[in-house]
Nanobody, 124 residues
Framework: QVQLVESGGGSVQPGESLALSCVVSGSVASVNSMAWYRQAPGKQRELVASIPPRGGRAQYAGFAKGRFSISRDNDRNAVFLQMDSLKPEDTAVYYC?????????????????WGLGTQVTVSS
């Protein structure tokens, strides 16, 4: 069974930093794009940043540009999000997303997978 497990959330003050991690576990043949989304109370889930599998450029939401940095470790099937200069409006549950091929029997099934989320709270 494929799982995405996030870690690194917490409570910080404005201007501080947090680093999120997400590791894919289970029977995985290959991982395509990976991304971080977030959802604040009462709001829709929104893309924070995405990163292609190999090479290419990461994409960032406007609010993340210059403050957040996404990276990945393909050997570990992991994706990371470094968040600097955090603001109260960054408070949300952050979700890891991956488009990947899961090994099922003798085949590979491609689908989108989500982690359960990790809470990030920015408050003075």
């Amino acid at each position: 069974q494929v799982q995405l497990v996030e870690s690194g959330g917490g409570s910080v003050q404005p201007g501080e930093s947090l680093a999120l991690s997400c590791v894919v576990s289970g029977s995985v043949a290959s991982v395509n794009s990976m991304a971080w989304y977030r959802q604040a109370p009462g709001k829709q889930r929104e893309l924070v940043a995405s990163i292609p599998p190999r090479g290419g450029r990461a994409q960032y939401a406007g609010f993340a540009k210059g403050r957040f940095s996404i990276s990945r470790d393909n050997d570990r099937n992991a994706v990371f999000l470094q968040m600097d200069s955090l603001k109260p409006e960054d408070t949300a549950v952050y979700y890891c997303h991956a488009n990947l091929g899961a090994i099922q029997g003798t085949g590979v099934i491609w689908d989108d997978y989500w982690g359960l989320g990790t809470q990030v709270t920015v408050s003075s």
